[in-house]
């Protein structure tokens, strides 16, 4: 038998002690698929390389004769909308890839112990800090959320990062400021709104979350192997669970794209309340790069200043490929408890920030 | 069996991504999509994709041919005891279906199907000046200007720094709601998902113009302006002095 790049975990080991996730330095942690047929994975290995190539030829294959069928406008908006939400997503979820991956090799295990306040309340607003230096959007902030959880930072902790980071680092807050230029008071609120949601959702996780919601799929068994194997391995198995779910979202949000007139939207601007919970879904719907949202948010001009702080708020923290790729690295039970959870609280809480300050 | 994927399918589909990403950014395929500035970015991710995928697919296969009757290591052992091409994330199949679009459909640049969803978007440029003083046109007696900056200022000082001075725009034909045309062009920050159209009326006699045929339009300002129905934003207008048919720019997308 050949040596794997990656291992199963031990499911029988692992369900007794979902705490795991929240002591100490993880190693395995809960996976949510139900085990694999041991004796016939060998031969499904060669079948799915064989289905791979089959699926990768018919495509090729069909090119000429469907055309005619895929030349409608409304497949050809979808086909654009969808392919560049993910090509744009592409090199930052390589670098969020990277890191989380140089997380699982290269760090120590007791390493995130030592530089986090031993309290996690306080942990919190540190990890909300960190989130402002890495430089992109939120795709990369989901694989580097899933290496610190294994490296057994507290998932709260961890959260905190996860939805701090795409809206709090330098690129998006220029780029909110250029958008902005003519209310600067805009960057200013949504920095003290991302911040402040953020930090909300580590603590009300501290408080409320439980660790068997969440369920991680197996990664890599790095133990033993060379450390360059290892840190590919990682690479791979994060970039495809993270890339794979991403391309849901994707499909889902150039969907209502192409669906949902503008239109929809002219109706609700002229009432407070409704123009909030407008924007809100509105920054899930189209599930932009937290980096581009400020121009649409400029370009929504029938809309209110705060309620367009709610758009740039909730959007970076909450959207559709976001869901979709918390689904793929948390678990199901996860994703749904805290995507809602999400939604909520950074819009109650940018509603309010957008009230004092704008 | 089926839904499993192996190791050696993830390996693959990472190939094919990168490939596709590279090949894209190398024939401008991606200023369909994305911003050129982020072509940089495109290729370093997609050397690293490639770079993943090929080491992690030629250290399995390699291990399987050579060293197949190797002993197990001491976790595997203990973990499950079973063989390589273990399944991995099954999320890897749902990456075909961007490899699938981008084969099937070729997406082509955003055109006048997508600018006639969405209202025109030249508050951009209140937002960034809202006190609306634009600089004095340069010399020449025919300005380039970008759409938004045309857009901008006929609609925010009603063509004060326009006046008397002829002006050179590029754009696509796209249809006004209630017969005619509008100029227009989509606006990109970052992906075509956040893209917004700029849309000029013409006034004089353009001929009869096929949508997202694109044209480049020389004019003055004149004092009329559309409602556009999307989202109320008013739309200004240019008196064309001429018009020609030009083949799609290199970049399609306005700044």
């Keep these: 038998m050949a040596r794997q790049l990656d291992t199963h975990s031990c499911s029988t080991e692992e369900h007794d002690e979902p705490a795991a996730t929240l002591a100490g330095p993880v190693r395995h942690v809960p996976r949510a698929?139900?085990?694999?047929?041991?004796?016939?994975?060998?031969?499904?290995?060669?079948?799915?390389?064989?289905?791979?190539?089959?699926?990768?030829?018919?495509?090729?294959?069909?090119?000429?004769?469907?055309?005619?069928?895929?030349?409608?406008?409304?497949?050809?908006?979808?086909?654009?909308?969808?392919?560049?939400?993910?090509?744009?997503a592409i090199p930052f979820l390589a670098l969020g890839v990277v890191v989380s991956a140089a997380i699982a090799v290269f760090v120590p295990p007791h390493f995130f112990h030592k530089v986090l306040p031993k309290r996690q309340a306080l942990a919190v607003p540190v990890a909300g800090l960190a989130g402002v230096a890495l430089p992109g959007c939120e795709c990369g902030s989901v694989p580097i959320a899933g290496g610190l959880v294994r490296r057994g930072v507290a998932p709260g902790v961890a959260f905190t990062f996860l939805l701090a980071a795409p809206a709090l680092n330098p690129v998006v807050l220029a780029a909110t400021a250029v958008a902005f230029s003519g209310t600067p008071e805009m960057v200013v609120a949504r920095a003290v709104?991302?911040?402040?949601?953020?930090?909300?959702?580590?603590?009300?996780?501290?408080?409320?979350?439980?660790?068997?919601?969440?369920?991680?799929p197996a990664r890599a068994n790095v133990d033993g192997a060379p450390k360059w194997l290892a840190f590919f391995a990682t690479m791979r198995h994060d970039f495809i669970s993270a890339g794979g779910f991403l391309v849901v979202g994707a499909v889902a949000a150039a969907f209502l794209k192409v669906?949902?007139?503008?239109?929809?939207?002219?109706v609700l601007a002229d009432n407070p309340l409704l123009a909030v919970l407008a924007m809100a879904v509105l920054a899930v719907i189209l599930s932009l790069c937290s980096e581009a949202d400020a121009f649409v948010a400029a370009s929504l001009s029938q809309f209110s200043l705060s309620s367009r702080l709610v758009f740039l708020v909730v959007g970076p923290m909450i959207d559709l490929k976001l869901f979709a790729m918390q689904v793929g690295t948390f678990g199901r039970s996860f994703a749904f408890r805290f995507g809602p959870a999400t939604f909520v609280v950074a819009m109650a809480v940018s509603a309010a920030v957008g009230w004092v300050l704008l | 069996m089926g839904v499993v994927v192996s190791k050696t399918v993830q390996s693959m589909v990472m190939i094919v991504v990168a490939?596709?990403?590279?090949?894209?950014?190398?024939?401008?395929?991606?200023?369909?999509?994305?911003?050129?500035?982020?072509?940089?970015?495109?290729?370093a991710s997609g050397i690293l994709l490639l770079l993943v995928g090929v080491v992690t697919l030629g250290y399995e296969m390699w291990q399987s041919l050579f060293v197949a009757e190797a002993k197990p290591s001491a976790s595997d052992a203990a973990c499950c005891g079973h063989s390589e091409n273990g399944s991995g994330p099954r999320?890897?199949?749902?990456?075909?279906?961007?490899?699938?679009?981008?084969?099937?459909?070729?997406?082509?640049?955003l055109g006048s199907y997508a600018a006639s969803k969405s209202g025109t978007a030249t508050s951009v440029a209140k937002q960034q000046n809202p006190r609306s003083i634009y600089p004095a046109l340069p010399e020449g007696d025919v300005v380039?200007?970008?759409?938004?900056?045309?857009?901008?200022r006929a609609t925010f000082e009603r063509g004060a720094s326009l006046a008397g001075r002829e002006v050179k725009l590029v754009g696509f034909i796209s249809p006004r709601e209630g017969g005619g045309v509008y100029l227009t062009r989509m606006m990109m920050m970052c992906?075509?998902?956040?893209?917004?159209?700029?849309?000029?009326?013409?006034?004089?006699?353009?001929?009869?113009?096929k949508s997202d045929q694109w044209v480049e339009v020389r004019g003055q300002y004149v004092n009329k302006f559309?409602?556009?129905?999307?989202?109320g934003e008013e739309i200004p207008y240019i008196k064309v002095s001429s018009l020609k048919r030009v083949e799609q720019p290199e970049n399609p997308y306005d700044i």
């Excluded at chain 1, 501290?206 to 369920?215: D, F, V």
């Excluded at chain 2, 559309?226 to 989202?231: F, I, Q, S, V």
């Design chain 1, 33 to 88: 698929r139900e085990p694999l047929d041991d004796e016939e994975s060998n031969t499904s290995g060669l079948a799915s390389v064989l289905v791979f190539f089959i699926v990768l030829g018919s495509i090729v294959a069909f090119r000429k004769p469907l055309s005619g069928y895929l030349d409608s406008p409304d497949v050809q908006l979808w086909g654009t909308i969808f392919v560049s939400l993910v090509v744009q």
């Design chain 2, 191 to 209: 992906c075509a998902a956040d893209s917004r159209p700029i849309k000029v009326g013409m006034s004089g006699d353009v001929g009869k113009l």
């Design chain 1, 259 to 266: 669906v949902v007139p503008a239109q929809w939207l002219n």
């Design chain 2, 19 to 43: 490939a596709l990403v590279l090949q894209m950014s190398f024939t401008d395929v991606h200023l369909r999509y994305v911003k050129a500035d982020l072509q940089p970015y495109l290729v």
């Design chain 2, 91 to 109: 999320s890897a199949w749902l990456l075909v279906l961007p490899i699938a679009a981008l084969v099937l459909i070729a997406p082509p640049t």
């Design chain 2, 226 to 231: 559309d409602t556009d129905p999307a989202n």
């Design chain 1, 193 to 216: 709104a991302s911040a402040l949601a953020a930090m909300a959702m580590g603590w009300l996780w501290l408080g409320w979350g439980r660790p068997e919601w969440i369920k991680m």
């Design chain 2, 144 to 152: 380039p200007l970008s759409m938004l900056d045309y857009a901008a």
